[in-house]
């Protein structure tokens, strides 16, 4: 699988926090510390697999003393149980082992299944033999040679027969092989495993055995297993469908380190379900901190249903609140249930009576799992009105589970994640910027005025996106109203809608770019990565390739500039450049434009170009560059004049280096903490050596373009100010509108044009064209994940920068 962003890592700015891996709603959890490692620039969290779906194969034994002193049998085995209503095929599928807490991949240790097992059935795989002979298993199913440990171990069901190189500890699991693992087992010490804890910690003579013959599934191995005497069962025995009494021999449960869940309260002979009350209220279980005082007690509690998700692709649980808060305002009246549409199903408005056990999941207070839900009538809840930005020393705990509805206008201020997890964010009081793009930015204020938004789904890359009819919402859309479900997880406090949200297109897309004047229009486009080599960085098919060069010839022709500066071009000599001015030629017209010929590329993958049109500009001399090892991706130079003659200005097209952390950034090339990130240092040596270029060159009417990595306060950019140049953004668009990349959330100008004092009296105006910060990633080229309907041949999310565009009037020359 393909990283998602098609940005190579050295032109980020920084890591992209990828923050679910495999989704909230799996419920499989990393055991205690999630390990996270760093990766081309892009933090990647140890994440759990998706849980099990109500019919799907499941592990229902695991046994590894076989053949060891006091065994009852003399291999080792794993049993394997259908708790759902078809038949499964085993065919492609695997087992595959790792120790508890080792440093081997799961692939390492590998048996591969086939058949198939109908419902109610049971699959029993034979592993290897110890060497104290003793009991014989019945008669296998499948015949293997893995090795388990007789204490602790983790053993997965994969759907698939390659082997997973992780373990989920040392080597954490990535969401394309979790998404592999139909069923996980850690048990005894196992450092990863399914839910809250490990399954107990087993003997020569104890198996891991799974509650209700095999039907139980509550995503928590803790919950799910106890430590039994061995019963090994395979496609002979009777079938025991889930629903229907449990299979003979059952396991008898013996001692472990860790006991089963407490018992849930039952109704008594001849007692209807309703009439056993409430032992908990909701407040008592949410407490006034961040975790419950009752973490790991099974409690009973009632409420109304706020929020209903059930479905195994949504968080397979509902949340209820309580009707009678109490009247300590620290305490949060409202819990989620782990439980899906198969154990119990709500709707909204019902009275509930819950029992289960009380958890902390990923942050989240929640009962998982639930061993009892009753719908004992109905009732309503209002949603409790709040409006952002949160006090200074207040958080959204008090809320947690809580049905909540914002009264005011909410800006959509990111949607990074809209495609891959639905998830929008919004803030109050217009979008978010980054702090060292201008003056008065409150990190700290901007924090509590936003509020991310989730679709209430475990789906990742899901076919239908939410936020896209009757118009794919842009940064800067506005909804008012918003109600939903607070929650928490991953870190942070979020939203789940409970009622439909509807953006207003309050920052309206714009055909063309705002008029800047004058009789020579330059302007400065970062093509993310035009190439013409398939399966680099650019587009992986011909298809994929044809749908990138639409778009961005579809901005080439809207933004009819005179000279364009491109970065991100493939460095492949003229082939990647002509390419494109062949494409763009073949819309407006043969021979409107025509390419430079970089004279020191670099050796970099890419490298910057510029492409002009001959009828209106004429190059004086030749073009120029640098060798000076300063620059990764040497600028290229330019100068310039109207056709006829008239007054000359110099193009400088840069692409500065990008603020992605690596091993090579030490001294003072590292992150110094101050919000500019890593090779600030060596971004400064580069505007230097710019402001060097114009001097030695003597370079006339000097106009700096390009992608420079820095936003409008940094150091790269005082140093060109400070050196005699003036940024034209700041002089002509609008504050608001003065940005053109979307990095965390937060809206800045990465990319910049600088003219030298007696140019500037030469500018008639400047803009960006918000034609991609503004839209999201999903609909670009990219066939993988992009819903094929949302793709136009037009400009907008041609690429991650927006274009600008700079009107110049010189005199003389024709006009």
């Not at 309580?322 to 019902?350: C, I, Q, W, Y």
Request: glycine share 12%; proline share 8%.
């Amino acid at each position: 699988m393909r990283a998602l962003s098609r940005a190579c890592p050295d032109d980020h700015p920084g890591g992209r926090d990828t923050r679910r891996g495999a989704r909230r709603g799996a419920r499989a959890g990393v055991a205690l510390a999630a390990a996270a490692f760093l990766a081309a620039g892009v933090t990647v969290v140890s994440t759990a697999p998706a849980s099990a779906e109500p019919g799907d194969v499941v592990i229902s034994q695991v046994y590894g003393g076989g053949g060891n002193s006091g065994a009852p049998y003399t291999n080792d085995y794993v049993e394997l149980f259908n708790r759902g209503t078809a038949t499964i095929s085993l065919d492609g599928w695997s087992l595959q082992y790792a120790s508890a807490a080792g440093t081997g991949p799961f692939g390492s240790q590998k048996q591969d299944l086939s058949g198939s097992l109908a419902p109610g059935r049971y699959h029993l795989v034979q592993l290897s033999a110890g060497s104290t002979p003793s009991g014989a298993l019945p008669a296998p199913d499948t015949v293997g040679g893995l090795s388990l440990s007789a204490t602790a171990g983790k053993v997965a069901l994969v759907r698939s027969t390659t082997g997973l190189a992780c373990n989920g500890g040392s080597s954490p699991c990535a969401p394309e092989q979790t998404a592999q693992i139909a069923d996980l087992v850690g048990y005894g010490t196992a450092n990863y495993f399914e839910g809250t804890a490990a399954a107990p910690g087993l003997s020569n003579s104890t198996a891991a055995v799974r509650a209700g013959g095999g039907c139980a599934d509550t995503d928590d191995n803790a919950a799910d297993f106890a430590a039994g005497t061995p019963a090994p069962r395979n496609t002979a025995t009777s079938p025991a469908p889930c629903g229907a009494a449990s299979p003979s021999p059952q396991a008898s449960p013996s001692a472990s380190p860790s006991a089963p869940p407490s018992p849930s309260p039952s109704p008594s002979s001849g007692t209807a379900p309703c009439e056993v009350p409430a032992d908990r209220q909701i407040a008592e279980v949410q407490g006034s901190g961040d975790a419950s005082p009752l973490v790991g007690r099974t409690v009973r509690v009632e409420g109304v249903v706020t929020g209903g998700f059930q479905a195994t692709n949504q968080l397979s649980g509902f949340y209820f609140q309580d009707p009678t808060p109490d009247a300590d305002p620290a305490t949060s009246d409202g819990l989620f249930a782990f439980a899906r549409a198969s154990f119990k199903d709500v709707k909204v408005g019902d009275r509930v009576l819950v029992t289960g056990r009380v958890t902390e999941f990923n942050g989240l207070t929640e009962l998982s799992p639930v061993t009892a839900v009753d719908v004992c009538g109905t009732g309503t809840i209002k949603p409790k009105a709040y409006d952002l930005p949160r006090a200074g020393d207040a958080t959204f705990e008090p809320y947690e589970n809580v049905l909540v509805t914002f009264p005011e206008p909410l800006t959509v201020t990111d949607h990074y994640n809209l495609g891959r997890y639905g998830e929008v964010t919004v803030s109050a009081g217009g979008r978010l910027f980054q702090p060292t793009d201008r003056p008065g930015v409150n990190p700290a204020l901007d924090a509590r005025r936003s509020l991310l938004i989730d679709d209430g789904s475990s789906a990742e890359n899901p076919a239908t996106i939410p936020y896209t009819a009757p118009q794919v919402v842009r940064l800067g859309d506005t909804a008012v109203g918003v109600t939903g479900v607070l929650t928490y997880g991953f870190g942070q406090y979020l939203l789940e809608p409970t009622k439909q949200i509807a953006f207003l297109r309050t920052n309206p897309r714009l055909p063309v770019p705002l008029p800047v004047g004058g009789n020579v229009r330059v302007a400065s486009l970062n093509t993310l990565n035009w190439f013409t080599t398939l399966g680099s960085r650019g587009a992986d098919t011909a298809e994929e390739q044809q749908r990138q060069l639409k778009k961005i010839v579809a901005t080439l022709k809207g933004l009819n500039a005179d000279v364009v500066g491109l970065m991100e071009v493939e460095n492949n000599g003229q082939t990647a450049v002509k390419a494109l001015v062949d494409a763009l030629n073949a819309e407006v017209g043969a021979g409107t434009y025509a390419a430079l010929t970089h004279p020191y590329p670099g050796s970099d993958a890419i490298h910057v170009a510029a492409i002009y049109k001959p009828a209106k500009l004429t190059p004086v001399g030749e073009t120029r560059s640098s060798t000076d090892p300063v620059f990764r991706r040497p600028p290229l130079i330019q100068t310039f004049r109207r056709a006829g003659g008239g007054q000359p200005f110099t193009l400088l097209v840069n692409h500065f280096k990008s603020k992605g952390c690596d091993e090579e950034a030490t001294g003072g090339d590292a992150d110094q903490g101050d919000g500019q990130s890593c090779y600030n240092a060596e971004r400064v040596r580069q505007a230097k050596a710019v402001l060097g270029l114009i001097d030695s060159m003597d370079l006339p009417n000097p106009l700096v373009i390009g992608d420079l990595n820095a936003y409008g306060e940094e150091d790269p950019i005082h140093t060109l100010e400070n050196g005699g140049l003036s940024s034209l953004s700041k002089r002509f668009v609008p504050a608001a509108q003065r940005y053109s990349y979307l990095f965390n959330g937060l809206s800045g100008e990465l990319d910049h044009a600088m003219a030298g004092k007696q140019l500037v009296k030469r500018v008639t105006g400047a803009t960006i064209w918000h034609v991609n910060a503004d839209e999201p990633r999903i609909l670009d080229y990219n066939l993988e994940f992009n819903p094929p309907s949302l793709y136009r041949p037009d400009a907008f999310r041609s690429s991650d920068h927006d274009p600008l565009l700079i009107g110049l009037d010189l005199p003389g020359g024709k006009h």
